[in-house]
């Protein structure tokens, strides 16, 4: 009875959130919540034991998994262990997690393991463990403090750059600085003794901020006019959280209320700045960006392009190489090996796997590229227009899309596999058929497809089949050192410059008046981009560098907000659409024009 008793007071003073509430979710990030311990990939003793009355309760992590788990040795049947997990710093908790209790003759036990953070969610977690043994105790919470190129509570570093503007309140200034680290803290000018400044740190852009209100709070002192906080991170890449928001909010000592500015998040690059809002939607369990294949094929490129995010790449590869039922990511089962009877969407997949071996030199994300262009080639059919892949497997279209791609993987086979002389080949067959086939009209520009009688369709010019010839026709003269190719390119180039931009910006058709783009429109400037920002590295030209630093300056100014999301338009014209699709599409514009 005693022990009850302890248990109900100690609990009581703790004041854990509601059961119901307590309950929660089963949090998924690269496991879900109970996984057993013995298929942790690490395990570290990040905090000092709690004694319970001879008992040791340890917590024990594996930053890998992102997951922890907690312990008691030296104990009799009945003690018992658990986790408590917070979603707001420590205030309140889910508690009892995986509760276990000592049997029998044994004198330990432990539970299963859980997430520290939930990234799906948007959620950053604290966990600790807590013991039973005639008398309740808990560790202290581990990792309450985000690093990233920094830890929390940092002095500011060089470099002070100021995304939003400051807000103002009783004659005070309000400032949010970022140093060069991406590194946040708040300052207060004009101010006098007892004036406070903190930061505020959000998750999920602002919607909400449990566990990062009032970081860094501090006071004017004495004789003074202004303070600023210590510097806080933005990004916990230990627990798969990127693209958190931090805000500045002051008082005035005299009266109630405070003032802040708005949200931002630091962009120490554009690329860095683009990327990082990128990942913020990226899923790390299903391991893409929910809900669109093809796209986040893209994404994968994009992301490989920028030079980072290996572990996410990895992941991404090992979970989505399975088979998966119609519906679950694609309306068409995807077969395995990234294939599915969508001939484009499985080059796709082809191409985003050449760009991760280009960035890690890994042999197996090259071997896959080989394995998908192998499924793709099997739809190059002569017996209808001469060539070309099919768009389907039902074999009822040619079109651009399909074209582009077939060529721009097997070319870039060619260019990585030593000794290659069967891709090299069919890649100078589907050149010359591309160069041939009508698809390119006589302005320069790459119409939607072939008819049934292999003529032109006149259907509409999408900037990403302009792209991927580009892109094609480049990785073929890389190949060959054949000029023809190179100067197919460059008229596609020239024509796109010229006739699919307003004021010298690029615009898809989907892009003026009052229409908007699908989901898939959405991305085809930024493909476009990339194979045009490849063919000005490729040749040098001026003309083609100033034309992609154009397109970069143009979103970076008028299609991008404090939170470095960019949208469909590039020239910031309404209606605008922003989400993760229109996002990798701006950064590949970025990384173009760098």
């Known amino acids: 009875m005693r022990t009850l ?76 262990v658990w986790l408590d997990r917070s979603w707001d710093g420590g205030a309140t908790w889910e508690g009892l997690l995986g509760k276990a209790s000592i049997p029998g003759s044994w004198t330990g036990t432990r539970t299963l393991m859980y997430n ?24 202290a919470w581990i990792y309450p403090d985000v690093c ?12 002070d750059s100021q995304p939003v503007a400051a807000t103002t309140l009783f004659g005070r200034t309000i400032r949010l600085h970022f140093d060069g680290r991406g590194m946040a803290w708040a300052g207060i000018e004009a101010g006098g003794a007892g004036d406070e400044v903190w930061l505020d740190r959000s998750w999920d852009a602002g919607a909400s901020w449990p566990d990062g209100s009032s970081l860094g709070r501090t006071s004017v002192a004495a004789g003074a006019t202004g303070t600023h906080t210590t510097a806080f991170a933005t990004r916990d890449p230990r627990g798969r959280l990127f693209g958190g928001a931090v805000r500045a909010c002051g008082r005035e000592a005299t009266h109630a209320q405070g003032s802040c500015t708005a949200w931002a998040r630091p962009a120490t690059t554009r690329a860095a700045g683009a990327l990082d809002a990128l990942m913020w939607s990226y899923d790390p369990y299903t391991a893409w960006w929910p809900s669109s294949w093809w796209n986040s094929a893209v994404a994968v490129t994009a992301v490989a392009d920028a030079g980072g995010f290996d572990t996410a790449l990895a992941r991404t590869f090992d979970v989505n190489r399975a088979a998966f039922p119609a519906g679950v990511r694609s309306s068409d089962a995807i077969e395995g090996d990234f294939v599915s009877r969508a001939i484009d969407d499985s080059a796709w997949w082809g191409l985003a796997w050449v760009a991760v071996y280009d960035r890690t ?14 499924y793709v080639h099997g739809f190059w059919d002569t017996s209808s227009c001469g060539g070309g892949v099919w768009w389907n497997r039902e074999r009822t279209y040619k079109n651009a899309v399909t074209a582009g791609l077939y060529l721009r993987l097997i070319a870039s086979l060619h260019n990585r596999l030593a000794g290659d002389t069967v891709w090299g080949q069919r890649a100078r067959t589907a050149g010359d058929w591309y160069l041939a086939s009508g698809l390119v009209n006589s302005s320069g520009l790459v119409n939607d497809g072939l008819t049934n009688s292999c003529a032109n369709n006149g259907q509409q010019v999408w900037t990403y089949n302009q792209g991927l010839g580009i892109g094609g026709l480049l990785e073929l003269w890389r190949a060959t050192g054949t000029t023809s190719y190179l100067d ?73 907000d404090a939170l470095n999301r960019i949208g469909q338009r590039w020239t910031g014209t309404t209606p605008n659409v922003t989400d993760w699709r229109t996002q990798a599409s701006g950064l590949e514009a970025v990384l173009a024009a760098g």
Request: net charge negative; aromatic share 6%.
């Open 5 to 80: 008793l302890v248990l109900l007071l100690v609990l009581g003073s703790l004041t854990p959130i509601p059961a119901a509430a307590a309950a929660g979710i089963s949090v998924c990030v690269t496991s879900c919540d109970t996984l057993d311990p013995s298929r942790a990939a690490r395990e570290s003793f990040p905090l000092p034991d709690k004694v319970i009355n001879g008992r040791i309760v340890r917590l024990h992590a594996s930053d890998p998994d992102g997951m922890a788990w907690a312990s008691i040795d030296n104990g009799v049947a009945g003690d018992s």
């Open 361 to 374: 030199h890994d042999s197996r994300y090259l071997s896959e590229a080989v394995t998908i262009a192998n």
């Open 488 to 560: 197919g390119a460059k008229r596609l180039a020239d024509a796109a410059m010229t006739r699919l931009t307003s004021n010298g910006v690029l615009v898809e058709s989907c892009d003026t008046g009052s229409g908007s783009c699908d989901d898939n429109q959405k991305q085809f400037k930024g493909i476009f981009l990339r194979y045009f920002g490849d063919l000005a590295t490729a040749t040098g030209s001026a003309t083609y560098r100033a034309f992609a630093q154009r397109q970069a300056d143009a979103l970076w100014a008028n299609d991008r």
């Open 116 to 139: 520290l953070t939930d990234p799906q969610h948007h959620r950053r977690g604290l966990v600790r463990a807590c013991g039973d043994a005639q008398g309740v105790g808990c560790t």
């Open 148 to 159: 990233d190129a920094a830890c929390d509570r940092v002095a500011p570093g060089a470099g």
